[in-house]
């Protein structure tokens, strides 16, 4: 019966079968030392030619990645040898027999060290391969971390998860954003936003959220852009005003980042980074607001756009960080212009919506606001912005018949788990990577 890594501190002296993958070894004579992975943590693996000559001549031919069981007895290791940052150091296995499982090609770098220095095209030509590294492995229980909490969070609060489609008959949000697709003999789109299907869900669960993958066809190369992301969607009705929706959003991200911090301790240290520091309050600031302090400190005057540049992002931010002690901030009331159609307007700031981005670390997390929930004005909206009204007949038929004040908010996980970790760039906190220059494969140019 196979024992995983983590158990043999429980089994001191006792002979125990292990099954994983060889991370490294070193050779010292007659002696080599095999550290073993599994899915539970590393283990040393001492093969003694006096102790068993069958498992050393077995451990001669062994690489790095081999898939191996290996049978032996569980030792106290040396006080002096103690390996403090694995959850099997204080013990080591001193093998009795070695079955190769499978074999590995000779690695095509070396993949033993703490850190996998590889720049980012060959990180990503060997993803099935560097994605096995500890500390690149470690991005992802983070964002798993993320992940669970959202849907944590989202529950406690009586929230219903659904499935949205990621097949859908035009953008949510207008615009040629969109990939078209041949479904069947008719044409269909693959779907920027589960917005749509959220807010029908609204007029069934009244609070609900979805986890899901959505696809921009933005001609974007930024460390920022991902063609497709997953994107962790809340949305609820019956709210008093706006400032629920923004409530409900610090909520959620204040949950997260304290669930990052209490479960991945471990990962945050192996990375050298800090959860971001976060205000009692997360502060509000409106976009004009904001555009008036970056141009009072930077003498960059962008008072006229309609949105946040990258380099005022990141500003603002430095704003947050030294005049309120927070990494993130909400910046409110973008112009109705820059919002989707079904964004609600400020009755007493006109020509500005009732919507917020959350800004962390110099980049946006999150975006969200209060909806329009009155028919006859979303479908005049609607056509303003050229929105086929009878392709969005199953979307409207919810607010035909009775939708309450309600809103929402969406965050993108990759781009979490990259400002938690401090990563450089939003590919390395996705799995697999889809972007202008890249499906797996790197496109030729």
Same mark, same amino acid.
């Given at each position: 019966m196979r024992t995983l890594i983590s158990e043999t501190i429980h089994k001191t002296n006792e002979k125990v079968t292990v099954e994983g993958w060889i991370h490294l070894r070193r050779d010292h004579g007659k002696l080599v030392f095999l550290s073993l992975r599994d899915r539970s943590g590393f283990l040393q693996v001492v093969v003694n030619a006096k102790v068993s000559s069958v498992a050393y001549e077995a451990a001669k031919e062994i690489r790095p990645e081999f898939a191996v069981e290996i049978e032996g007895i569980v030792k106290k290791r040396p006080e002096n040898a103690i390996d403090k940052n694995s959850a099997a150091g204080l013990v080591e296995l001193e093998a009795q027999k070695i079955t190769v499982l499978s074999k590995a090609e000779i690695l095509p770098f070396d993949m033993g060290g703490k850190d996998l220095n590889l720049e980012l095209p060959t990180l990503l030509d060997h993803r099935g391969l560097t994605l096995r590294h500890p500390k690149i492995a470690a991005i992802f229980k983070v964002q798993e971390t993320v992940i669970d909490s959202f849907r944590q969070a989202c529950k406690e609060k009586g929230f219903t998860e659904f499935q949205s489609p990621v097949i859908i008959p035009q953008g949510a949000e207008g615009g040629s954003e969109v990939f078209e697709i041949k479904y069947f003999d008719r044409k269909a789109y693959l779907a920027q936003s589960p917005q749509f299907y959220k807010q029908i869900m609204v007029g069934v669960f009244e609070r609900v959220f979805t986890v899901n993958k959505t696809l921009r066809a933005e001609p974007s190369v930024t460390t920022r852009h991902l063609t497709e992301a997953t994107t962790l969607d809340a949305e609820f009705g019956f709210i008093e005003n706006w400032l629920d929706v923004m409530d409900m959003a610090e909520y959620v991200i204040k949950f997260m980042i304290d669930k990052v911090s209490s479960r991945n301790a471990d990962i945050l240290q192996m990375h050298g980074a800090t959860v971001p520091k976060i205000s009692a309050k997360i502060p509000r600031i409106k976009l004009r607001?904001?555009? &008036? $302090?970056?141009?009072?400190?930077?003498?960059?005057?962008?008072?006229? +756009?309609?949105?946040?540049?990258?380099?005022? @992002? #990141?500003?603002?931010?430095?704003?947050?960080?030294?005049?309120?002690?927070?990494?993130?901030?909400?910046?409110?009331?973008?112009?109705?212009?820059?919002?989707?159609?079904?964004?609600?307007?400020?009755?007493?700031?006109?020509?500005?919506?009732?919507?917020?981005?959350?800004?962390?670390?110099?980049?946006?997390?999150?975006?969200?606001?209060?909806?329009?929930?009155?028919?006859?004005?979303?479908?005049?909206?609607?056509?303003?912005?050229?929105?086929?009204?009878?392709?969005? &007949? $199953?979307?409207?038929?919810?607010?035909?018949?009775?939708?309450?004040? +309600?809103?929402?908010?969406?965050?993108?996980? @990759? #781009?979490?788990?990259?400002?938690?970790?401090?990563?450089?760039?939003?590919?390395?906190?996705?799995?697999?990577?889809?972007?202008?220059?890249?499906?797996?494969?790197?496109?030729?140019?």
């Open positions: 607001e904001a555009q &008036e $302090i970056i141009f009072k400190r930077t003498k960059r005057d962008n008072r006229q +756009e309609p949105d946040l540049q990258p380099e005022d @992002e #990141r500003e603002i931010c430095r704003w947050a960080l030294e005049e309120k002690s927070s990494d993130l901030v909400f910046v409110t009331h973008y112009p109705v212009a820059k919002r989707p159609f079904y964004t609600f307007e400020d009755p007493e700031d006109l020509g500005y919506t009732l919507s917020f981005d959350l800004i962390g670390r110099g980049t946006e997390w999150m975006t969200g606001g209060q909806r329009i929930n009155d028919y006859n004005k979303l479908v005049e909206n609607a056509k303003k912005r050229g929105i086929d009204l009878k392709k969005s &007949e $199953i979307y409207l038929q919810a607010f035909r018949y009775g939708m309450p004040p +309600e809103g929402g908010f969406s965050f993108g996980s @990759e #781009r979490v788990t990259m400002h938690i970790l401090e990563l450089k760039n939003v590919r390395e906190a996705s799995l697999f990577p889809r972007d202008m220059e890249r499906v797996d494969e790197r496109f030729s140019h």
